[in-house]
């Protein structure tokens, strides 16, 4: 069954540093993968998508993350943050063929000036 | 275009009520989806769909019925709330496992 581990529950930084979310998941098929965002009392927004192609890819935000097959890991980064990024982010995985979403449970991403 | 649609966004049961949270999508997406999320635990999968007249179980299913008799529409039940029920509920729904779009949620407590 596919799993997703999120490696940091707490991320905290300075304005205008650089970040990065870890994710690594566990599937023995081909998958796609999603990095989300939630802001405080919202719902869930996509951040970026990899189903297939070049590993990194490229988000809103100014978000990109990068897909790694032997770590079966799916990174996170932002060369810059700002205080606007302060949020939950949260790592998910779906079997190419299947049809579950399965989520990681979460990073919070605290951005202070 | 509305998107997905929660319906009701709060709610307070009593021990051993019974309700049914509706979600409902027009975007004519195959899947849909029914998380909970708690502190620390992100969001677990209770029960999908692939289509219409089609559910399956996720991680979290016990205490928990769904039905999809119309494919823009699917029903999350509780039978017999319990306290352990009190959470945020989220819906979602995707074009074949691809890019999933959410409900804004639906907050539960049970007393």
């Known amino acids: 069954a596919q799993s997703v581990t999120q490696l940091d529950s707490q991320v905290p930084v300075f304005e205008e540093a650089p970040v990065e979310l870890r994710c690594n998941y566990s599937?023995?098929?081909?998958?796609?993968l999603f990095w989300y965002v939630q802001y405080p009392n919202q719902g869930l927004q996509l951040l970026l998508k990899?189903?297939?192609?070049?590993?990194l890819v490229k988000g809103i935000n100014g978000f990109e993350a990068e897909f790694n097959k032997s770590q079966t890991s799916f990174h996170l980064r932002k060369p810059s943050v700002h205080i606007s990024d302060t949020a939950e982010y949260f790592c998910a995985v779906s079997e190419e063929a299947g049809t579950a979403l399965i989520f990681g449970k979460g990073t919070t991403l605290s951005v202070s000036s | 275009n509305a998107g997905v649609t929660q319906t009701p966004k709060f709610r307070v049961l009593k021990t051993g009520q019974s309700m049914t949270l509706l979600c409902a999508q027009d975007m004519n997406h195959e899947y849909m989806y029914w998380y909970r999320q708690d502190p620390g635990m992100g969001l677990r999968l209770i029960h999908y769909s692939v289509g219409e007249g089609t559910t399956a179980k996720g991680e979290v299913p016990d205490g928990y019925n769904v039905s999809r008799l119309k494919k823009q529409n699917f029903l999350l039940g509780l039978e017999s709330a319990a306290p352990s029920q009190t959470s945020v509920y989220f819906c979602a729904s995707t074009h074949l496992g691809i890019e999933a779009f959410f409900g804004q949620g639906t907050r539960l407590t049970v007393v």
């Open positions: 599937s023995s098929v081909s998958v796609y």
């Open positions: 990899y189903l297939s192609g070049s590993t």
